[in-house]
């Protein structure tokens, strides 16, 4: 993608799981902040919270599950999908 800088290293790939949610990302590491590129195994429209060391940044997913965050510290990281019909469901922590 452009404007994303170029990563130090190759990207990590890790996946965070929850009961009905799955979310596969890659994380790219520049200096001591990440990006990343994710998606849903199962494709849909959600609001998505990344959940990290300097707070919480709120995302949609596109129609296929698909987002992007640049700009995160490195550390924790976990999520909260947010369905329409008002669920959420939380996965795991990692490191990142």
Known sequence: MTGWGVADDPPQVLTFDAATLKVVVEVFRTGPRRRILGQLTVPRRVCLEVR?????????????????????????????????????????WTAI
């Open 52 to 92: 990290h060391a300097e707070g919480v940044r709120t995302v949609l997913t596109d129609d296929l599950g698909r987002f992007a965050v640049a700009d995160l510290p490195s550390g924790l990281v976990g999520f909260v999908a947010f369905t329409a019909a008002g669920r959420s469901e939380a996965t795991h």
